[in-house]
């Protein structure tokens, strides 16, 4: 049986001068790919984008919630007084509340004046739809990234640690989609209940239609309409040419073809009709 000589090399060196093979790009380099860091890039704009909905959800959720009952006065708050005016009366007078009540009793009627205004149905639900929304959304996210489950707390406080746990889900594309769609949902829906009008953004080009300059993004609806009232396009299945109230729209699927007939730049396009925090919260 032949023994391998000890002192013969198991192993092969490279000779002296020869070319040593490169290491491949990416993972074995250490240097991130082109892959690695677009997707970095779109986590960090979604999440900054999540973070200014979040803010603007923030700012608007305690307006809402003196509009659910505008007669009331938080205890908390200073009184406004002033030097020169007068007091306020303390109230209707035992004679007036016994007519107020006799009223009542013999005609079921109430009173007018100073008394509690009605609970508004669309504020009333906006709130627990938004109240209700958080909630979930903390629960899911903790439950996503294997966290114990949250504590009780109120809404801003449920919004504040949802935004602290935005860089755990940055590694999670659905779930960071998830909180960006959700909170933007909720964020809008406290605007509508606001009053707030529907965001309006201008696109260059001409309509095919009417050859006007009356193209608009509605960033909310993720449409680009003509917002002439004139303009009438050939399409039998629009109901712009039995409506008047209505307006041809181009949905996402179209703009590619309305900006060759517009003249629009497609880049702009898609950015005019992107429904982002920082154009909402500009407003």
């Not at 009223?103 to 906006?126: F, M, N, Y």
């Not at 707390?153 to 935004?163: D, K, N, S, T």
């Not at 529907?198 to 993720?222: I, K, M, N, Q």
Request: aromatic share 2%; glycine share 6%; proline share 8%.
């Amino acid at each position: 049986m032949t023994t391998p000589n000890a002192s013969t090399p198991t192993t092969r060196e490279p000779a002296t001068g020869a070319r040593a093979t490169a290491p491949k790009p990416g993972r074995d380099s250490g240097a991130p790919s082109a892959a690695d860091t677009e997707t970095a890039r779109a986590a960090a704009a979604a999440i900054a984008d999540a973070t200014l909905w979040i803010e603007l959800l923030l700012r608007q959720f305690p307006e809402l919630l003196v509009e659910l009952a505008p007669s009331y006065r938080s205890p908390s708050a200073p009184r406004a007084t002033r030097a020169s005016s007068r007091s306020a009366p303390a109230g209707p007078t035992r004679a007036e509340r016994e007519e107020a009540l006799r009223a009542e009793q013999a005609h079921g009627l109430t009173p007018s004046g100073s008394r509690t205004s009605p609970v508004r149905l669309h504020i009333s639900d906006a709130v627990r739809d938004i109240t209700d929304g958080v909630i979930e959304l903390d629960e899911a996210v903790h439950d996503r990234l294997r966290l114990p489950r949250p504590r009780r707390e109120q809404v801003a406080g449920r919004l504040l640690r949802v935004a602290g746990l935005l860089d755990q889900a940055a590694g999670d594309d659905v779930l960071l989609e998830h909180i960006r769609d959700e909170v933007r949902r909720m964020a809008r829906r406290c605007t509508r209940a606001l009053g707030g009008a529907e965001p309006v953004v201008r696109v260059s080009g001409r309509c095919p239609w009417c050859d006007s300059v009356s193209l608009r993004a509605f960033p909310a609806r993720r449409a680009v309409l003509c917002v002439n009232p004139a303009c009438r396009c050939t399409d039998r299945a629009c109901d712009c040419r039995t409506d008047p109230a209505h307006r041809h729209a181009w949905s996402e699927g179209a703009w590619v073809r309305l900006a060759a007939e517009s003249g629009a730049d497609p880049a702009e396009l898609a950015a005019s009709a992107a429904d982002t925090a920082r154009r909402e919260g500009g407003r």
